[in-house]
T-cell receptor, first 115, second 115 residues
Framework: EAGVAQSPRYKIIEKRQSVAFWCNPI?????LYWYQQILGQGPKLLIQ????????DSQLPKDRFSAERLKGVDSTLKIQPAKLEDSAVYLC?????????????FGNGTRLTVT | AQTVTQSQPEMSVQEAETVTLSCTYD???????LFWYKQPPSRQMILVIR??????QNATENRFSVNFQKAAKSFSLKISDSQLGDAAMYFC????????????FGQGTRLTINP
């Protein structure tokens, strides 16, 4: 099966600019996650979708970050305006809904550098 | 809230020898899942091994095994016959057995294999 696809692989922007990341999960996976991984740290959940509904966005900085999954398949994560501290790897993951022992399948991530 | 702690930022081992990575977690729940993920420089998170909390038997996957001590809330990873390809960041992760399926990650341990 095809894995989780993410693009772009790298992005460099200046602070106060906007940026968007795209994720296409594994076919049939109802649950999709966006994680932020700052250098030297473990990934931190930003938002979790089940189909096109938000399950958990408690750690999403909503004043600058937004995410959508309109058709319950692929998803976009946007940052506007970006800050220096947003420099990180943004990981997308997916899993079948309701399968708690099923591992998350991750994409290769997008490395964002804000200058 | 659940937390996961990895107290070893870096570890190194000679090729062909055995190394153990430590992980402790905090939860008030009795049923949950624990995972070890590997993250090579490609950034993709790869599942190494998983453990269901209700199972007393420690999980094993080829050269990888865990020591799961539920009362102590400890979940260490043992890598036997270390290979150069095992060099990576290793993350311990926790997931509840009900409700939101998100993974909570530790800070990671960087493993170096010396030839």
């Amino acid at each position: 099966e095809a894995g989780v696809a993410q693009s772009p692989r790298y992005k460099i922007i200046e602070k106060r600019q906007s940026v968007a990341f795209w994720c296409n999960p594994i076919s049939g996976h109802a649950t999709l996650y966006w994680y932020q991984q700052i250098l030297g740290q473990g990934p931190k959940l930003l938002i979790q979708f089940q189909n096109n509904g938000v399950v958990d966005d408690s750690q999403l900085p909503k004043d600058r970050f937004s995410a959508e999954r309109l058709k319950g398949v692929d998803s976009t994560l946007k940052i506007q305006p970006a800050k220096l501290e947003d420099s990180a790897v943004y990981l997308c993951a997916s899993t079948p809904a309701g399968h708690y022992n099923s591992p998350l399948h991750f994409g290769n991530g997008t490395r964002l550098t804000v200058t | 809230a659940q937390t996961v702690t990895q107290s070893q930022p870096e570890m190194s081992v000679q090729e062909a020898e055995t190394v153990t990575l430590s992980c402790t977690y905090d939860t008030s729940e009795s049923d949950y899942y624990l995972f070890w993920y590997k993250q090579p420089p490609s950034r993709q998170m790869i599942l190494v091994i998983r453990q269901e909390a209700y199972k007393q038997q420690n999980a094993t996957e080829n050269r990888f095994s865990v020591n799961f001590q539920k009362a102590a809330k400890s979940f260490s990873l043992k890598i036997s016959d270390s290979q150069l390809g095992d060099a990576a960041m290793y993350f311990c992760a926790y997931r509840r057995s009900q409700g939101a399926q998100k993974l909570v990650f530790g800070q990671g341990t960087r493993l170096t294999i010396n030839p």
